[in-house]
Structures are given as C-alpha cells and as structure tokens.
Nanobody
C-alpha cells in the first residue's frame, strides 16, 4: 500500500488548508481500515487530527474538531483534509496514514500501518 499527500506548501493565516491523499494498492473502502491525517511539529510531536473509516464515518481529535473536515472520493481512491482558519501554529509536516486502528500512533511516537512521506505546510503571510 502506498499513500501520497498533495496540496499547497504555503497557506496564509485565516485561510483553509486543503490536502489530498491518494491511495494505491488498496481500496479506501476496505473493511476494518481507517485513513487518517496526522501532523508533526517540533512543539507537539506527532498529533493525530482525524480519520475516515471504510464506511465513510469520520472521527476527529477533540481539540481540532471545530476546524477539521475529512472526506473521501471513492472513485479516485482519495481522501482529503480541510483545516479552517489556520494560524502559524498549524505549520507542520502533514501525513496521511492507513491503519487498522482509528489512531495510527502508539506510545506517542510509534507509527502503525502505512504512511505517506509527508508534506510540509507553512502558514505565513
């Protein structure tokens, strides 16, 4: 399974960040599978943002719930992240991941499942 993130590397404050993850080698509708967005910064380390499961149901990290939306395109085997009202604190390396668990991280630093290589997003005017 391979995952590839795509989207803009620079976003202005107050705008919406939109990223797409293209999945190959597996269907995003595979049973008992979760497709997540995770970000990493020096200040917070690995931070799980949310996931969409095989049925299309979404799950969000409580601190980010009000600003985050995850959706999917089953025709193109992609899922997307939208993060509203970004600030410089949202600057991070953003990953998409596929795992058998809602949160593809254990012990705070150990990755579970398959991950994309990550895309750097900077929030700056």
């Amino acid at each position: 399974v391979q995952l590839q993130e795509s989207g803009p590397g620079l976003v202005k404050p107050s705008q919406t960040l939109s990223l797409t993850c293209t999945v190959s080698g597996d269907s995003i509708t595979t049973a008992n599978t979760y497709f997540s967005w995770v970000r990493q910064s020096p200040e917070k380390g690995l931070e799980w943002m949310g996931a969409i499961d095989d049925s299309g149901s979404t799950h969000y990290s409580p601190p980010l719930r009000s600003r985050t939306s995850i959706s999917r395109d089953t025709v193109n085997n992609q899922f997307t992240l939208q993060l509203d009202s970004v600030t410089p604190e949202d600057t991070a390396l953003y990953f998409c991941a596929r795992a058998p668990t809602i949160i593809p991280i254990t012990g705070g630093t150990i990755r579970l499942g398959s991950w994309g290589q990550g895309i750097q997003v900077t929030v700056s005017s």
